[in-house]
């Protein structure tokens, strides 16, 4: 049996820990091994993710958008503001930006193609088995998702998405459609443009409901979208990308030397489905209890926790309200405090500004409901 030490141990080289390998090397002399199952992970999904707070990944973005709208009944919200932009990174091109940078680095190491078979902790340092080899550190972070860590009968945040090309000219490639809200009873549905040029665009459907469609459902979702407001022009399927985000949290089962991290350790905002922002300020927050030599914790805003939670009790009880709801948020807020709210920086007016916007005798009935 072969034994390698470590000061810390990262499991997962996904968005959240490689964000987090990164400041970690950036801001300390400490030893790092990241371990991975696969061997090409992040593949071809698209990562999107607001200009403020400013971050590493902000002046190396592959699309950059100001002009964002919201649809609803045909009608145009626009969330255009100065200084605020919606950028896009491919998973793809993140996870090589940041191993390049990090394997750099002499006390970085990372595994892939692992099949981790037990992971033992003696309260001081935490072991990890994978075949004939033990690798042990001190502090672990842990990305996997436990099967008992899920809620059923939660809200999902589930979509499907084509990267389609036109064979005219026909897209408004400076406008994102972050939701054009479809009239779908009782689930509520919208869609999502990027367009990365006049003939290029992602087009996705997405659903918050308790259960995911088929993907002949999602297909078709898709057909008559482009049928409908692209008048029927040709265009071939490049690609696709689907997912499932929870809109919920999930229960976290941290000891003082073994900490879950992304998706795991709810680093996803529950009522939208961002992370990136998250993953930058929560790796923050654990470099800086390390460096004080802490038990590394997170700080999170319980107000905005709770406004999130409320958000998805109430679309998920109120699915034929919800347009109603979006249209209140969106239309009474202006851009800074939507995008403060969105990257979880808002401030105790700015959300309070948030909460006066909504409809609060349907979100306080719903909330009644739920109990």
């Known amino acids: 049996m072969i034994k390698t030490n470590y000061d810390i141990i990262i499991i997962g080289a996904g968005v959240s820990g490689l964000i987090l390998a990164n400041e970690i090397i950036e801001r300390t002399n400490k030893n790092i091994l990241i371990i991975e199952k696969g061997k090409n992970k992040l593949i071809n999904k698209n990562l999107c993710f607001w200009n403020q707070p400013s971050n590493i990944l902000t002046t190396v973005a592959e699309s950059s958008w100001e002009n964002i709208s919201i649809y609803i009944d045909g009608k145009r919200i626009s969330l255009a503001s100065q200084g605020i932009k919606y950028l896009r990174i491919k998973s793809s091109n993140l996870r090589k930006f940041f191993i390049n940078k990090l394997r750099k680095k002499r006390n970085f190491t990372i595994l892939n193609n692992q099949n981790i ?20 550190s001190k502090l672990l972070f842990d990305s996997r998702i436990e099967e008992d860590d899920t809620e059923k009968n939660g809200l999902l945040q589930h979509f499907y998405g084509i990267e389609v090309i036109f064979k005219k000219n026909i897209l408004n490639k400076g406008e994102v459609v972050l939701m054009d809200i479809q009239n779908k009873g009782n689930l509520f549905n919208f869609f999502y443009i990027l367009p990365f040029s006049k003939n290029r665009a992602l087009i996705e459907t997405t659903y918050f409901s308790q259960k995911n469609l088929s993907l002949n459902e999602y297909k078709t979702d898709i057909k008559r979208y482009i049928n409908k407001h692209f008048n029927g022009y040709e265009y071939k399927i490049k690609s696709y990308e689907t997912g499932i985000i929870p809109m919920f949290k999930y229960k976290r089962f941290n000891s003082h030397n073994h900490i879950k991290i992304g998706l795991a350790g709810n680093w996803v905002k529950q009522s939208t489905g961002y992370s990136l922002q998250n993953c930058f300020l929560y790796s923050k927050q654990l ?56 990257t979880n920086s808002a401030n105790i007016f700015q959300i309070f500004r948030i909460i006066i916007s909504l409809p609060k005798f349907h979100i306080i009935k719903s909330l009644l409901i739920d109990k």
């Open 287 to 342: 470099v800086d209890c390390i460096i004080k030599e802490q038990k590394p914790e997170i700080k999170e805003k319980r107000i905005l926790n709770f406004l999130d939670k409320t958000f998805c009790i109430f679309i998920k009880n109120n699915p034929k309200k919800s347009k109603f709801f979006f249209e209140n948020f969106f239309k009474r807020n202006n851009p800074e405090i939507l995008v403060k709210f969105m």
């Open 117 to 136: 078979e037990s992971v033992t902790n003696d309260k001081i340092n935490i072991y990890i088995k994978i075949k004939e080899n033990i690798y042990s």
